[in-house]
């Protein structure tokens, strides 16, 4: 009965391969999270969405897209990824801005 | 900005005995929220504990309480009667109210010994 489902769990790229990660939610959530984890660091949010409303932080890199085609989906686009793309990628999602955030398990990504 | 401080990296405890985690903060808001989140090896992140900062008295989920110092900016979580599932990494997170990122602490790990 897992809520916050992330596929795969582990992903494979190439350098400068285009990769996607999906996420999708069973809460009905109306926020979905998208945080990069690298190896022993804390989580760090690259953006999220409030319903259609997508919010991107600061310094984010362009390489990294979000869509969200519904209230359930919520995808994760590295256009062109780098060494330093390789880390656990997260997704959460909250009822609310305010409200405690769900995780999924995870997307591990690794780039050749 | 808004930071959050976890000083120890790495704690162990032994089972059935009681750990306490510490974690500190840095902020100007004086309406915000404070978490403790688990992450097992490979496993998903999920939410231990949840104190609004408007209120005095320490949260409690069964074996896990904080003592919440608001003046001193400092929030630990203490786990009595530890058990083999609760190894974990074990991360801090403060988020201001509105629309505001969640923002961690850089962990601690924590190992139960048997």
């Known amino acids: 009965d897992a809520m916050v489902i992330q596929n795969p769990r582990y992903q494979v790229t190439q350098f400068g391969k285009p990769v996607t990660l999906s996420c999708s939610q069973t809460?009905?959530?109306?926020?979905m999270y998208w945080y990069q984890q690298k190896s022993s660091q804390a989580p760090k949010l690259l953006f999220h969405y409030y319903d259609k409303d997508f919010n991107n932080e600061a310094d984010t890199p362009d390489n990294f897209q979000s869509r969200r085609p519904n209230t359930s989906f919520c995808f994760l686009d590295i256009r062109s990824p780098g060494l330093g793309d390789a880390a656990m990628y997260l997704c959460?999602?909250?009822?609310?801005?305010?409200?405690?955030?769900?995780f999924g398990d995870g997307t591990r990504l690794s780039i050749l | 900005a808004q930071t959050v401080t976890q000083s120890q990296p790495e704690m162990s405890v032994q089972e059935a005995e009681t750990v306490t985690l510490s974690c500190t903060y840095d902020?100007?808001?004086?309406?915000?929220?404070l978490f403790w989140y688990k992450q097992p090896p490979s496993r998903q992140m999920i939410l231990v504990i949840r104190?609004?900062?408007?209120?005095?008295q320490n949260a409690t989920e069964n074996r896990f309480s904080v003592n919440f110092q608001k003046a001193a900016k400092s929030f630990s979580l203490k786990i009595s009667d530890s058990q083999l599932g609760d190894a974990a990494m074990y991360f801090c997170a403060y988020r201001a109210s509105g629309n505001t990122p969640l923002v961690f602490g850089k962990g601690t790990r924590l190992s139960v010994i048997a």
């Open positions: 809460l009905n959530h109306n926020v």
């Open positions: 902020t100007s808001e004086s309406d915000y929220y």
């Open positions: 959460a999602t909250s009822r609310g801005r305010d409200q405690p955030q769900h």
């Open positions: 104190q609004e900062a408007y209120k005095q």
